[in-house]
């Protein structure tokens, strides 16, 4: 039984109270407690998601499941027919629409349907990714083959020349970037490259329910430079041959939780397009309304819209990239949402010397977490200059983007890892892996490494197998590791996986689902060290079977 059905401000499915207050526009959340009656199936998911998005799920042996189907469109429709409002956008993964409206006897019709759960009113927030851009006349080029001009450092330092030398720049990886605003970004000298090829996907401006982007604010124009440039001798971006999909989700004037929401939309929006990283320099922290802030406790990586909405993008195969903060230097001092997410890879800032820039937020998350995950140039980095020549910028804001695209040109390299194998990788490059801290977290990553680390891990997933051939990795296997199983593609949509040992005695028996020939064992019962003997059975009476070394 619901006793109240009003979500108060700033917390999110918590009961507290009937009355609400009114903060700028009158724009409210409504959940809905189910997908019932829908016309979309988790088995024709062409009608809601791209062919793209739909092979980078096969391809990562994740499933489609209901969080994907689209909002009952009936429940839409009804709340549509109560009078006065505005259906501005659906979020499937939280099963609700954003309305706005004026008229309080409308929101009392809402709450009476009986398939809605609650609303939320959205806040004024402020966002604490403050933007510092400064000019630097006095840029030098460090001699180099590569045209990078000063723009060397801030992808030196991470290790990424490798990776362009070897042709991997991007291509073929699709970038999300959610921001405020890309003003001046085709005119931009730096972004002629982009523009002229065609490899802007689109645009998206949930701000004002168009595809104007090209509007708001300059920040989203140099965030995207700091990838996608290229400029002789000046600015060669981390990906400069991805392809972006570029969406406004900060009203930047206004400053509302509002954006929170515009972020999860924007994300919904991306996923099912087949965008494979995003990137957001933008992070929350502060309401203007001092009992609707977030406070460090709740920015625990799993608790706040945005951060949420962040965690689901990383489970259906998106790497989410963001900025760690820049309040390090505030009494806040602590990361932001989305960055404390548990499947979010933020970004702190170091100078160009890679010491710790003092703006960079700092972890560690509320549980102890590691946090910020890595670090990359934040301070001094290169970026367009929105017409002729190149300009410094200082903030997480730069250091997010240089992350972003050198892991899109880690992903061309090595395109059979998933989304999580790369985060890994990035996080085990790094120079502090070992011994991360609260200012640093892992450090600065090598991606060199990473790639030489992407390449070892995904080698078994690489070989052809014959009809009887049964893959399994780790081999040999930790007790406790998760086991990678690959079978020939015509064994179907779901094996039998046994485990026997060397009496023949079955020991364990699953029913597992395939993908591309792919699945994976979360657990194993405990087993002493040995050999045992792995079976998989097809549905059409298929066997492979594959010798399993536990340590």
């Given at each position: 039984?619901?006793?109240n059905r ?16 009114q903060?700028g ?22 009608a ?10 096969i ?10 189907l ?11 027919e ?5 259906v ?6 939280f ?11 409308v929101i009392?019709?809402?709450?009476d ?9 959205s ?7 403050s933007?510092?851009i400064?000019?630097?006349e ?7 083959n590569?045209a990078?001009g ?12 490798p ?7 991007g ?22 490259n982009l523009?002229?090829?065609?490899r802007i996907?689109g ?10 982007v090209?509007q ?24 400069p041959?991805?392809?972006y999909l ?12 509002i ?7 924007a994300?919904?929006?991306a ?5 494979d990283v ?11 309304l ?23 993008a ?11 903060g820049n ?6 001092y ?6 404390d997410?548990?499947?979010?890879l933020?970004?702190?800032a170091v ?9 960079s937020?700092?972890g560690?998350r ?7 995950n ?8 290169v970026v367009?200059?929105l017409?002729d ?7 997480t804001?730069?250091?997010s ?6 892991a899109?040109?880690l992903?061309?390299?090595?395109p059979q890892?998933?989304a ?15 011994n ?10 090598d991606f ?10 995904t ?6 197998l014959g009809?009887n051939d ?20 015509e064994y179907g ?6 485990v026997?040992?060397?009496t ?17 064992v979360?657990s194993i019962?405990?087993?002493t ?7 998989a059975r097809g549905?059409?009476g298929?066997k ?8």
């Amino acid at each position: 039984m619901v006793l109240n059905r009003w979500f108060p401000v700033g917390v999110l499915f918590c009961l507290v109270s009937t009355a609400f207050s009114q903060v700028g526009e009158n724009r409210y959340l409504v959940y809905f407690e189910d997908k019932e009656g829908t016309p979309f199936s988790v088995y024709e998911p062409e009608a809601f998601l791209s062919e793209r998005a739909i092979t980078r799920r096969i391809d990562q042996n994740i499933p489609i499941t209901e969080e994907d189907l689209p909002v009952n469109p009936e429940y839409i429709d009804q709340v549509r027919e109560l009078g006065d409002l505005e259906v501005i956008y659906s979020l499937k993964w939280f099963n609700a629409i954003l309305i706005e409206t004026d008229d309080q006897d409308v929101i009392d019709a809402i709450l009476d349907l009986e398939m809605v759960v609650g609303t939320q009113i959205s806040p004024v927030l402020r966002n604490d990714q403050s933007l510092e851009i400064e000019t630097d006349e006095s840029i030098s080029s460090p001699k180099n083959n590569y045209a990078y001009g000063p723009s060397f450092n801030q992808i030196n330092m991470i290790n990424g020349i490798p990776l362009h030398e070897a042709g991997y720049t991007g291509e073929g990886v699709w970038i999300g970037v959610f921001d405020g605003g890309y003003s001046f970004a085709q005119q931009d000298l730096s972004l002629q490259n982009l523009v002229n090829s065609d490899r802007i996907l689109g645009t998206k401006n949930f701000v004002d329910g168009n595809d104007d982007v090209y509007q708001r604010s300059t920040h989203g124009s140099y965030v995207l430079s700091a990838m996608a440039g290229y400029l002789d001798d000046s600015l060669i971006g981390t990906a400069p041959d991805a392809s972006y999909l570029l969406c406004i989700t900060e009203d930047v004037p206004v400053e509302r939780r509002i954006e929170e929401v515009n972020w999860a939309a924007a994300a919904e929006y991306a996923d099912s397009i087949g965008i494979d990283v995003i990137n957001t320099s933008l992070g929350y922290t502060l309401f203007d309304l001092e009992d609707e802030d977030h406070s460090y406790e709740t920015l625990d990586g799993n608790t706040t819209l945005i951060t949420r909405a962040s965690n689901i993008a990383a489970s259906k195969g998106i790497l989410v990239v963001t900025s760690a903060g820049n309040s390090g230097n505030s009494p806040w001092y602590y990361i932001g949402a989305p960055a404390d997410g548990d499947h979010v890879l933020a970004v702190g800032a170091v100078r160009p010397d890679e010491t710790v820039a003092s703006l960079s937020s700092r972890g560690p998350r509320v549980d102890g977490a590691v946090k910020p995950n890595v670090m990359a140039q934040g301070i001094a980095t290169v970026v367009g200059n929105l017409g002729d020549g190149i300009r410094t910028a200082n903030g997480t804001s730069f250091s997010s983007p240089v992350m972003a695209g050198m892991a899109a040109s880690l992903w061309q390299a090595v395109p059979q890892a998933t989304a999580e194998e790369l985060f890994d990788a990035i996080e085990q490059s790094a120079s502090l892996y070992l011994n991360p801290n609260d200012s640093l977290g892992y450090g600065i990553p090598d991606f060199e490494f990473a790639l030489s680390l992407l390449q070892t891990l995904t080698s078994f997933r690489n070989t052809e197998l014959g009809g009887n051939d049964l893959g399994l990795y780790p081999n040999p296997r930790a007790d406790d590791e998760m086991l990678n199983v690959l079978v020939p593609e015509e064994y179907g949509a779901q094996i039998t996986l046994e485990v026997y040992d060397i009496t023949g005695k079955r020991l364990f028996s699953q029913r597992l689902s395939v993908f591309g020939g792919r699945t994976k064992v979360e657990s194993i019962p405990v087993f002493t060290s040995g050999i045992y003997l792995v079976t998989a059975r097809g549905e059409r009476g298929q066997k492979a079977t594959s010798k399993l070394i536990i340590q």
